[in-house]
C-alpha cells in the first residue's frame, strides 16, 4: 500500500521555465511532509518541508503548496535551473512517528537548456 | 565536516554469506535509520533506532538486523542475504523531530 505516491516518474523542463513536481498521499494523519533531492551516487538531502497548519512554503527558488482537503503537495521551482535536474521525493511522517519517514517513488527532473 | 559515512560503498556477495553495513554520523545526532531504495518504490525504511539501545522496525524488516550499541554507529547486518536484498542502501541520522541527513548510499548485489 503506497502511502505516499508521485505518479510522474519523469518532467522534463526548459530552463527558466517553472518546473511542478507533484505528490499525493492517503494517511490523513500525516503532519509533516518534506521534499528531498538526489544527485546520481549521492544520498537524498533536504530541501524543503511543510507542516499541515500551512498551506505554503517559500524557500528562494522553492516553494511547497500543501492542499490538505485534496491530500495533495507540489513543489515549485522558479525559475529552473540545470543544476536542479535530479530526482526529488516527497516524503511524509506522523506526530507519533517522527523518525518513520514514508517516501514517494521520486520524479526524475530534467532541465533542458 | 558534519557528515553520516557508510561502508562499503559498493559490494558485491554470494547468497547466504553473512556480511554488514557500516554506518557512522558525527553530529551527535539521536536518530538514525536504514532505507533501501528500489526501482519504482522510492525509499523505505528497513529499521530505525531513536537512541543507544532503542531500536524498531521500519516498514521492511525482512532479513535484516541492526543494533546501536553506541550513538555514532548503526550497523546493518544480513545475516544470510538473498537476491530479492539487492539494493541501494541508505542510511541516516537526525536529532528528534528534524530533517534527516543522508549517507552517500551502499549499492549491494547478492547472487
Known amino acids: 500500500d503506497q502511502q505516499v505516491k508521485q505518479n510522474s516518474p519523469s518532467l522534463s523542463v526548459q530552463e527558466g521555465r517553472i518546473s511542478i513536481l507533484n505528490c499525493d498521499y492517503t494517511?490523513?494523519?500525516?503532519?509533516?511532509f518534506l521534499w528531498y533531492k538526489k544527485y546520481p551516487a549521492e544520498g537524498p538531502t533536504f530541501l524543503i518541508s511543510?507542516?499541515?497548519?500551512?498551506d505554503k512554503n517559500e524557500d528562494g527558488r522553492f516553494t511547497v503548496f500543501l492542499n490538505k482537503s485534496a491530500k495533495h503537495l507540489s513543489l515549485h521551482i522558479v525559475p529552473s535551473q540545470p543544476g536542479d535536474s535530479a530526482v526529488y521525493f516527497c516524503?511524509?511522517?506522523?506526530?507519533?512517528?517522527?523518525?518513520?519517514?514514508?517516501f514517494g517513488q521520486g520524479t526524475r527532473l530534467t532541465i533542458n537548456p | 565536516e558534519a557528515q553520516v559515512t557508510q561502508n562499503p560503498r559498493y559490494l558485491i556477495t554470494v547468497t547466504g554469506k553473512k556480511l554488514t553495513v557500516t554506518c557512522s554520523q558525527n553530529?551527535?545526532?539521536?536518530?538514525m535509520s536504514w532505507y533501501r531504495q528500489d526501482p519504482g518504490l522510492g525509499l523505505r525504511q528497513i529499521y530505525y533506532?531513536?537512541?543507544?539501545?532503542?531500536?524498531d522496525k521500519g516498514d521492511v524488516p525482512e532479513g535484516y538486523k541492526v543494533s546501536r550499541k553506541e550513538k555514532r554507529n548503526f550497523p546493518l547486518i544480513l545475516e544470510s542475504p538473498s537476491p530479492n536484498q539487492t539494493s541501494l542502501y541508505f542510511c541516516?541520522?537526525?536529532?528528534?523531530?528534524?530533517?534527516?541527513?543522508f549517507g552517500p548510499g551502499t549499492r549491494l548485489t547478492v547472487t
Open positions: 494517511n490523513s494523519m500525516f503532519d509533516y
Open positions: 533506532s531513536m537512541n543507544v539501545e532503542v531500536t
Open positions: 541516516a541520522s537526525s536529532p528528534p523531530s528534524y530533517e534527516q541527513y
Open positions: 553530529m551527535n545526532h539521536e536518530y
Open positions: 511543510i507542516s499541515s497548519i500551512k
Open positions: 516524503a511524509a511522517r506522523t506526530i507519533q512517528g517522527a523518525q518513520k519517514l514514508v
